[in-house]
């Protein structure tokens, strides 16, 4: 008798839980649709705008363009970083606590100072950078004095507004005859 609750139970949790997904795909493409349509009309109104101009184009060269993935801008360069948090505010109304930082550091480097050279110049909290990785050998060529920094925001919709927004600078550069 318990075997059989049991197999009737998955059976049940099974279809439910199928139902369940169902729903939330058709949730989250409602949501994608919404954010595109709301990017279009976002884009007309603000393209005029160098910030946004440049926080896109900070994206297109040091962002991940991926659909699948957060949000995320990897760069050795601190203004990249806080051009593109700026931007992420103003235009896609990312709360600071939103924002989350990791670097990527030589060995020799001190963590606590990279950290804090990296918050001051973002404005950043030291408390949002986590998880920097370390790596074992100290490249000859390159002084990357302060590591490399990675600035993630963990959502998808907006990834897809940003997408759409790179996407319509990019047929308005084309358009207007300057690329």
Known sequence: ITAENVRRATRENVKRLSLLNKAKASERLRRYAEAEQSSRTEFRHFKRDPLFAAGIVSYSCCGDKNDRSP???TSTDVFQHALFIRFAKEYLGVSSEQI???????NDLNEEACVRYWSLRTKLKPTQFYRSQHISQRAKNVALQH???NTIIGSTVLKKKLLCWLELLQ???LKSGHG
């Open 147 to 149: 590591g490399t920094g």
């Open 71 to 73: 949000i995320r801008l």
């Open 100 to 106: 989350r930082c990791w670097l990527l550091l030589y």
């Open 171 to 173: 047929k308005e550069i």
